[in-house]
C-alpha cells in the first residue's frame, strides 16, 4: 500500500496546515484558559467545507475519501485539541451516524445543514452509570401514535450546548440484548431537551461537554434513525469510524508535543551548549518521533480499509489504542525535555498533555479497544 497523498489530499493538507497555524493554533492557548468555544475556527471550518468533509456531495458535502478526514483531523490536533475534538464528534459520530443509516428524507432534512456547518451535532450515548455497557441504557422510547416520547438522561455529550441535531441511542425494548435499542434524530430545541452547563474537565475545555435531561421528548415516528432494534449494531458500526477519528486527533496532538520539544530542545543551552546536543534528549526525540511516525502509518492503513469497504474493526482499534496512547506518551516525554517550563502553562506541552489524556477514554477507553481487538483475533484464528 501505498499512503503518498495524492493531488487532492496534497493540497487539502497544505491548506489546513496553513489554516492551522494562522488561525487555530495561535488561539488553543486563550480557548483552554477561558473555556470560551473556538466560534470563529468552527464558522470558517464550516465555510471551508470541512465539517461535511466525507459527505457525499448530494447532501452538501466534499464527498472526500476516509484518507481525507485523517487528515483534516490530524492537522486540527496539531493546533488545539479542543477544536479538533468539536470537529470530530460532529462529522465522525453524529453527521456519520445520518450519513450512514439515514433515508433520502432524513439527509435533506439534518445531514444538509450538518455537512454545510450550519449547524453542528452531538452523539448521545453514555449515562450515569453507564459507560461501555451500552445494553445498560435506560433512557427510553415508547411510540404515542404518530410521536416517540424519549425519557431519561446521558451524560458526557460532547458539542449537545451548541449543537443543533442529535442522534440518541435509546430503548424500545424493555429487555437487554442485541434488538433492544434504537437510534433517533432528537433537534435540541425539542421541548423537555434540557442542556445543563459544560463540565469542568482537564483538558479541552473550549469543547464542551455537557449532562442532558430528556422529560417526555416528542420526535416524530420518523425521526427514528435506521432500523427499529438495530440502534445497537449501527451505533457500534458509528463508533469504529469515530476510533480512526480520534486517533487522527491524537497523532496530531502528538505531532504537536514533538515539534514543541524539537523547538525547546534546539533554543535551550546547558552546559554550554544546546539541550538537542545532548545524546539523552536526541534519544526522547527518536523515540518520540518514531512512535508519531507508526501511529500515523497504522491509522492512514485503517482509513484506507475504511475507504476499500473492506473490515477495518480490529485494525481502526488498534489505531485507536496506539494512536492515542502514544499521544500521552510523547507529551509526557515533551515535558520532560523542558524540565519544569513544561509544567508551566507558558509553554503549549502542558495543555497538549491535559488534552491528550482524554483520548485513551473517550469513544471506547484503551481497556475496550483491547477487549475488541483480543476478540477479533480469536474469531480469526
Known amino acids: 500500500m501505498d499512503f503518498t497523498f495524492n493531488e487532492e489530499q496534497r493540497l487539502l493538507q497544505e491548506a489546513l496546515h496553513n489554516f492551522v497555524d494562522k488561525e487555530v493554533k495561535p488561539k488553543a492557548r486563550h480557548v483552554d484558559e477561558t473555556g470560551e468555544f473556538p466560534w470563529e475556527s468552527i464558522h470558517r471550518l464550516g465555510e471551508m467545507g470541512m465539517l461535511g468533509l466525507n459527505v ?92 416517540w416520547v424519549i425519557s431519561g438522561s446521558k451524560m458526557w455529550m460532547t458539542n449537545a450546548g451548541v449543537a443543533g441535531t442529535t442522534i440518541l441511542l435509546c430503548r424500545t425494548r424493555p429487555e437487554r440484548g442485541s434488538h433492544s435499542l434504537s437510534q433517533f434524530i432528537v433537534p435540541t430545541d425539542t421541548p423537555g431537551f434540557h442542556v445543563d452547563p459544560p463540565e469542568k474537565k482537564m483538558g479541552l475545555h473550549g469543547c464542551w461537554s455537557h449532562a442532558v435531561s430528556l422529560d417526555d421528548v416528542r420526535v416524530p415516528l420518523d425521526n427514528l434513525l435506521g432500523e427499529e432494534g438495530k440502534g445497537l449494531h449501527q451505533t457500534l458500526a458509528v463508533l469504529d469510524g469515530g476510533r480512526i477519528g480520534i486517533g487522527a486527533l491524537s497523532v496530531g496532538l502528538g505531532q504537536a508535543a514533538l515539534e514543541a520539544a524539537l523547538a525547546y530542545a534546539k533554543e535551550r543551552k546547558t552546559f554550554g551548549q544546546p539541550l538537542v546536543n545532548h545524546q539523552a534528549i536526541q534519544f526522547k526525540l527518536a523515540d518520540m518521533a518514531t512512535k508519531v511516525y507508526v501511529a500515523r502509518r497504522a491509522l492512514y492503513h485503517a482509513a484506507w480499509l475504511k475507504e476499500q469497504g473492506q473490515p477495518f474493526t480490529k485494525e481502526g482499534a488498534m489505531a485507536k489504542l496506539f494512536a492515542t496512547e502514544m499521544a500521552e506518551e510523547v507529551a509526557y516525554q515533551a515535558i520532560q525535555i523542558h524540565g519544569g517550563y513544561g509544567y508551566s502553562q507558558e509553554y503549549p506541552v502542558e495543555r497538549i498533555y491535559r488534552d491528550a489524556r482524554l483520548m485513551t477514554i473517550g469513544e471506547g477507553t484503551s481497556e475496550v479497544q483491547r477487549m475488541v481487538i483480543g476478540r477479533r483475533l480469536i474469531r480469526e484464528s
Open 56 to 147: 457525499p456531495e448530494k447532501y452538501g458535502g466534499a464527498g472526500a475519501d476516509e484518507i481525507s478526514v485523517a487528515i483534516f483531523l490530524e492537522e486540527l490536533g496539531r493546533g488545539c485539541g479542543s477544536t479538533g475534538l468539536i470537529s470530530e464528534a460532529h462529522l465522525c459520530l453524529a453527521t456519520a451516524a445520518i450519513n450512514m443509516f439515514g433515508s433520502d428524507e432524513q439527509k435533506q432534512r439534518y445531514l444538509i445543514p450538518l455537512a454545510q456547518g450550519n449547524t453542528l451535532g452531538a452523539l448521545g450515548l453514555t449515562e450515569p452509570g453507564t459507560g461501555t455497557d451500552l445494553q445498560g441504557i435506560r433512557t427510553t422510547a415508547r411510540r404515542e401514535g404518530s410521536e
